[in-house]
C-alpha cells in the first residue's frame, strides 16, 4: 500500500503545481486568445448571429403591438439625463434654436405618396399622445419621463406609405465625429402605437439637450434609437443604401447592433 | 495446518478478504461532462464581457430607474489620480485593480475593471455587447439542455436530490465539520454529501436560471412582452443590480468549486469530468 501511494501523492502535488501554473498562464493567453478572436472577422460574423436571435424571439414574445411600460406621475425623475449630443454645432440648428425654432420643418418623403414638409407649429397641432416610460441607455442607465408628441403612425397616414417602403430614416440635425447622426426603424416598430415623434418632455418643450425641436421615441429599444434633431423622414426599401450601411449613427462608428431590443 | 488446506489459505490471502467499498464513483454521463466545459467556457465570456459592458456605466441603483442624475448604491470610478470603489457611504481606495489602472502600456485609465478582467481588453462596449448575447444564448439553451437531460437519465433523482434523512440538522452540521477537516466522504452510498448537493442545487436551479432572468428583465423589449421578469425584481435598475451581484457570487463559487477539487483529487476528478473514465 505504501508503494503505491508515494508516487501518486507526489504526482498529485506535481499536478497541484502545474494546475496552479497552467491557470496564471491560462489568464494570459485567455486574454490574447480573446482579443484575437474578436478581431476575427469571421468570429465576429458568427457573435453577431445573436442580434438576429434575439430580434426573432422578441418579435415572437412582444408580436406587433407588446407595450412597454407606463409609469405614473410619480416615477418621474427629477433630472432626464441629456447623453450623445447635448447641443449641435451646425450653425444653422444653433440660429434656428435662437428663435424657438420658430422656422424648424419636419419632411417626410421618400416612399411615400405626399411627400410633405410639416411646420413645427403643424407638428405640435396634431392629435397629442402622451405616455410615462422608461429610456434605457445601451450603457446601462435609465430614467423615466412623460414624452408628449405625435403619434408616428399618424404622421406617416398623412403622407401615406407606399407598399415597398419598409424601413424609415430619420435624418438628424446632430453631426457627431463620425458624422451625421441617423436612425432607422423597421414598419414593426414605426407603427407601434407607442412610438411617436415627441416634443415635449416631462410638461415642458423638449430641451435642447433632449432634441429639441423633434425626437424619436421608439420605447422597446435602447437609447440610441431614439433618433433627437429629427429634420426629415425618409422612407426607403433598405435602410443598407443609406450612409454607412449599419442603419444608424452608432451603428456605422461604433459597431453597435441595428436591432436594440436588449 | 495440514499441506490440503495451505493454498486455500493462500488463495483467500491473496484475494480481497470482502469485496472493497467501491471507491468513490467519479464518472459523469457525456451530457453532463459537455455542459460542464460548454457551460465554464459560456461564464468566463460572459462575466468577463459583462464587465467591460458594466465600464460604459460603473454605477448600480435600485428601482426602475437609475442614472448620473442621483448616486448609485455602488460606484466605481476615479477622483484625480485615486481610483476608488464606494459601497453605499463606505469608500475604499482601489487605485492600481478598480477604477484607475494602467493598461499593458503602463498608460493610466480611469475605466472600472482594468484591461485584463474585460473582453475585449480595450475599451469596446459594442464588442462586449456581442459577447455577451452570443454566449448568453449558448448558457441559456446549455442550461436548458443540461435540466431536461439530468432529469431524463435520472443524474438529478439519483445524485443531486437531497434524500430526506440529508435535511436533518445533525446530518448537515455534521457535513460541515467534516468540510472544517477537510473530509469530504464518509461512507453513505452518495455520490455526493448535502452540503455539494445543496450548492449544486443553488446553482443549477436558483443562481444560473436569476441570471438569465434578471438579463431578460434588463431588455426594453422583454420588458414590453412580459412585464414580469423586471417587476419581480423591483425594477430594471434592480434586476441589473441583482445580476451584477450573482455574477459574483459565481465568482465565488467557482474558487471554492476549484480549490475542493485541487486539495481532494484533482486528477481523479478531473478524468471523471472529462474523459469520463471510471478508474
Known amino acids: 500500500m505504501t508503494e503505491i501511494a508515494q508516487p501518486l501523492e507526489s504526482s498529485l502535488r506535481l499536478t497541484r503545481r502545474a494546475l496552479v501554473g497552467s491557470l496564471a498562464l491560462g489568464a494570459g493567453g485567455l ?26 424571439v422578441h418579435r415572437l414574445m412582444g408580436g406587433r403591438s407588446g407595450l412597454a411600460r407606463e409609469y405614473s406621475p410619480r416615477d418621474i425623475g427629477h433630472a432626464f439625463p441629456a447623453n450623445g449630443t447635448r447641443m449641435p454645432d451646425d450653425p444653422v440648428y444653433q440660429r434656428e434654436a435662437a428663435t424657438a425654432f420658430a422656422d424648424w420643418t419636419l419632411a417626410i418623403d421618400g416612399l411615400v ?4 414638409r410639416f411646420a413645427l407649429g403643424q407638428i405640435r397641432a396634431m392629435p397629442r399622445q402622451t405616455q410615462i ?55 414593426v416598430d414605426a407603427r407601434h402605437p407607442q412610438s411617436m415623434i415627441a416634443w415635449a418632455l416631462n ?10 425641436p423633434l425626437r424619436l421615441r421608439v420605447e422597446r429599444q435602447l437609447g440610441y434609437k431614439h433618433a433627437k434633431y429629427v429634420r426629415r423622414i425618409e422612407a426607403v426599401a433598405d435602410y443598407r443604401l443609406a450612409y454607412g450601411g449599419g442603419g444608424g449613427y452608432w451603428e456605422d462608428a461604433a459597431g453597435y447592433e441595428w436591432y436594440a431590443g436588449i | 495446518m495440514n499441506t490440503a488446506a495451505a493454498p486455500l489459505e493462500i488463495q483467500q490471502d491473496l484475494a480481497p478478504p470482502e469485496p472493497v467499498p467501491a471507491e468513490q464513483d467519479h464518472y459523469h454521463a457525456r451530457s453532463t461532462r459537455v455542459w460542464h466545459w460548454v457551460n465554464l467556457v459560456a461564464l468566463i465570456a460572459l462575466f468577463m464581457s459583462g464587465l467591460m459592458i458594466f465600464n ?18 455602488l460606484m466605481i470610478g476615479a477622483r484625480g489620480e485615486t481610483g476608488f470603489v ?21 498608460i493610466s485609465r480611469n475605466r472600472a475593471f482594468p484591461y485584463w478582467a474585460t473582453i475585449p481588453s480595450d475599451y469596446n462596449l459594442a464588442d462586449a455587447r456581442h459577447w ?16 431536461v437531460v439530468s432529469l431524463f437519465n435520472g443524474h438529478l433523482m439519483r445524485e443531486i436530490a437531497m434524500r430526506s434523512h440529508e435535511w436533518r440538522p445533525s446530518t448537515l452540521w455534521q457535513t460541515i465539520v467534516d468540510h472544517a477537516r477537510l473530509r469530504f466522504h464518509t461512507e453513505t452510498g452518495e455520490s455526493y454529501n448535502p452540503l455539494q448537493k445543496l450548492s449544486y442545487i443553488a446553482i443549477i436551479f436558483v443562481a444560473l436560471p436569476l441570471m438569465i432572468v434578471t438579463g431578460l428583465a434588463m431588455s426594453p423589449a422583454v420588458d414590453a412582452a412580459l412585464h414580469f421578469p423586471s417587476i419581480m425584481f423591483g425594477g430594471r435598475q434592480s434586476a441589473r443590480s441583482i445580476h451584477f451581484i450573482i455574477a459574483f457570487a459565481l465568482v465565488a463559487f467557482l474558487v471554492v468549486h476549484v ?6 483529487k484533482p486528477l481523479t476528478l478531473l478524468r471523471g469530468m472529462t474523459i469520463g473514465a471510471r478508474r
Not at chain 1, 405618396?113 to 410633405?116: A, G, H, M, Q, V
Not at chain 1, 410638461?203 to 429639441?212: K, T
Not at chain 2, 463606505?90 to 485593480?97: D, E, F, L, P
Not at chain 2, 455577451?132 to 435540466?147: E, Q, S
Open chain 2, 86 to 106: 464606494r459601497v453605499g457611504s463606505v469608500q475604499i481606495t482601489s487605485t492600481g485593480v478598480l477604477g484607475r489602472w494602467e493598461d499593458a502600456d503602463g
Open chain 2, 132 to 147: 455577451h448575447f452570443f454566449f448568453a444564448w449558448i448558457f441559456a439553451f446549455g442550461l436548458l439542455a443540461f435540466m
Open chain 2, 56 to 73: 460604459a456605466h460603473p454605477s448600480l441603483y435600485w428601482g426602475e430607474a437609475g442614472n448620473r442624475t442621483e448616486p448609485g448604491w
Open chain 1, 203 to 212: 410638461d415642458a418643450l423638449l430641451p435642447v439637450g433632449n432634441g429639441a
Open chain 1, 31 to 56: 486574454l490574447t486568445g480573446c482579443d484575437a478572436l474578436n478581431a476575427n472577422q469571421r468570429f465576429r460574423d458568427t457573435l453577431r448571429l445573436a442580434e438576429t436571435g434575439n430580434m426573432a
Open chain 2, 259 to 264: 480549490a475542493l477539487v485541487l486539495i481532494h
Open chain 1, 113 to 116: 405618396e405626399r411627400p410633405t
Open chain 1, 133 to 187: 416610460t422608461r429610456h434605457d441607455c445601451v450603457e446601462g442607465w435609465s430614467a423615466i419621463g412623460k414624452w408628449t408628441g405625435v403619434n408616428l403612425s399618424y404622421l406617416l397616414d398623412q403622407v401615406g406609405l407606399r407598399d415597398s417602403a419598409r424601413y424609415l430614416v430619420f435624418h438628424c440635425a446632430d453631426t457627431l465625429r463620425a458624422g451625421p447622426y441617423y436612425e432607422s426603424i423597421d414598419m
